[in-house]
């Protein structure tokens, strides 16, 4: 079975193109990706409609990341960047961390209370994800992605968004309601 990502191409500005090709489980095909042009500011969006906020912009390890903003400012936006391997992609935070997923994923608030950290200066393994499009846009609304860690679990937002403690986790399998997030980017 074949799954088509997309990230919107032209958006806005036509800030940028990029397609991701994922096989059976999640293994990409590198060959249709295009690099992200570094200037694209992006959000990520919840399946409940909150915003993804790097809580101080960044630089942390506890704390970290929270789901309740209903609004964009400055530490809800991010910047893609392409790693150049045809699958991942870094996120970086406002004041130029990389969001990592602590022990490249598969974690639960239950185990670590910060399953994603924003305190990374380089792009290593840890600061990879991959972003799954899950084939449901509308004429009204672009399609949602699962964020795939580098170790191939998704990252959930705990009760779809809302949450200013515990707010994800890094262990799902597949990618259902809460593992569904909106990107919306040139902004």
Known sequence: MKVHNRIFG???????????????????????????????????????????????????????????????????????????????????????????????????????????HTDATNLLNWEKFSLVYQGDSTPTQPGSYGIRAFDGHYLTARDGGGRTTAAFNSNASTVNAWEKFRINCGL
Request: aromatic share 8%; net charge negative; glycine share 14%.
């Open 10 to 116: 032209a958006l806005l500005v036509g800030a940028f193109t990029a397609a991701v090709s994922a096989v059976g489980g999640g293994v990409a095909d590198a060959a249709t990706v295009q690099p992200l042009a570094a200037s694209n500011a992006c959000s990520i969006q919840t399946a409940r409609g909150f915003y993804v906020t790097a809580v101080g912009g960044g630089g942390r390890t506890t704390d970290v990341v929270h789901t309740d903003a209903t609004r964009v400012q400055s530490w809800e936006k991010f910047t893609l960047v392409y790693t150049g391997d045809g699958v991942h992609y870094g996120i970086r935070t406002v004041d130029g961390h990389y969001l990592t997923a602590v022990n490249s994923g598969g974690l639960t608030t239950a185990v670590t209370p910060d399953v994603l």
